[in-house]
């Protein structure tokens, strides 16, 4: 049982900045008690009022393809999957959910895909310019895999200003156990490193409770998200999907998720964290959990219903009510009841926020 003055000496060492050992990780994972839990909530709540106010974040997401030419063992639009009905939305309809989106009051769009070989980065960069030119005051945000720095570079040119890269586990040996050989986690770590320097604000992220994850492997996590200060942050519980390799395996646990959401925000003050989609479908009132646990974004998903409901990482996945944008209203209502407001500015990253004094 880890004492109660080593556990707070390590949240204190996290509040203050200081860089944590692997042993100091330790302690704050095995320590985790409820109370402590709950204390860390509450301390990572502060963190976020201080640097963003009583403000949550939303961005439009848009899963314009599942057309994917990977085959991650978790993932149930991998290639291997001959069960999903595959789709793309045209130019047209993607257009119309952000004029959609931009009416609810919507100033970041997410582009999410697969990595599909019919979206070049030709036909990428024109959709980028496209939508910056129509909405020339949000943010665009892209989710597309891995690609190679020169196309990052053309992305960026086109005037995408985020890419939201997990990368899904930073244990090569893990790595290698979620995904098949033709994926490493050396070239997922060299695309992060051509995002960032290439200007993007990034996203890192991984699932918690993945098939044979382990304690040492979130040590590995958390390690890594501290050298490389990533701008956002995804972390969900892993949920089976009955067409994968994975099918069978238990879904993750969402207390251990919040409990990391709650240590990203204190080692990442500044963080954009959302509340996942994977967070809302593992538990009842998840995403309004992930929020009280430190996290300060959602997204809504923007896409049309045939996109939605084809989109499905994993079983059960949220599609209809408060995950869609038509739940807007339900989602600022449950978030006002606990406090929050939701913000209609584009919500960058701010690292020279004033406000902020620890
Ligand atoms: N359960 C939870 N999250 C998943 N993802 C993919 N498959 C699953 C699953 N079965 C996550 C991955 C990916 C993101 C888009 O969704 O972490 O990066």
Redesign the pocket.
């Given at each position: 049982m880890v004492e109660d003055k080593v556990f707070a000496g390590c949240v204190k060492a996290l509040k203050e900045g200081e860089e944590l050992s692997r042993e100091q990780w330790r302690v704050l994972l095995e320590g985790r008690t409820r109370e402590r839990q709950d204390w860390l909530a509450r301390e990572a709540s502060a963190v976020r009022d201080r640097v963003y106010g009583k403000r949550v974040f939303i961005r439009g997401l848009i899963e314009f393809t599942n057309y994917c030419k990977n085959n991650?063992y978790?993932?149930?639009i991998r290639r291997g999957n001959s069960c999903v009905k595959r789709f793309r939305l045209t130019e047209e309809e993607i257009f119309s959910c952000c004029r959609m989106g931009y009416d609810l009051g919507f100033r970041t769009f997410v582009l999410?895909g697969g990595e599909d070989l019919y979206f070049t980065v030709d036909r990428l960069e024109k959709l980028v310019r496209g939508i910056k030119e129509e909405f020339p005051q949000c943010a665009l945000t892209l989710?597309v895999g891995e690609m190679g720095r020169e196309d990052y570079r053309r992305l960026r040119e086109a005037g995408a200003d985020r890419y939201?890269?997990?990368h899904?586990t930073a244990n090569r040996k893990h790595y290698a156990r979620l995904h098949p050989p033709e994926l490493s986690l050396g070239h997922r770590m060299e695309c992060l490193m051509s995002l960032k320097e290439l200007g993007f604000q990034t996203g890192a992220?991984?699932?918690v409770g993945?098939p044979g994850q382990t304690a040492e492997n979130l040590i590995d996590d958390l390690l890594f998200l501290a050298e490389f200060q990533p701008e956002m942050v995804?972390i969900?519980?892993?949920?089976?999907?009955k067409d994968?390799p994975?099918g069978d395996k238990a879904e993750?646990d969402v207390r251990l998720t919040l409990y990391l959401l709650s240590l990203v925000r204190l080692l990442l003050p500044y963080v954009l964290l959302p509340a996942t989609t994977?967070l809302g479908t593992a538990a009842n009132r998840g995403r309004e959990a992930g929020i009280c646990a430190g996290a300060n974004v959602v997204m809504p998903n923007l896409s049309p219903k045939r996109a939605r409901e084809n989109y499905q990482?994993?079983d059960n996945k949220l599609f209809t009510g408060k995950e869609a944008a038509e739940g807007l209203e339900a989602l600022k209502e449950s978030l006002g009841a606990l406090g929050y407001l939701v913000a209609v500015d584009r919500g960058d990253y701010c690292k020279s926020i004033e406000s902020f004094k620890s």
């Open positions: 991650c978790y993932c149930g999410q989710s939201l890269l997990r899904e992220g991984f699932m993945s995804g969900g519980p892993f949920i089976p999907h994968t994975f993750g994977a990482l994993y």
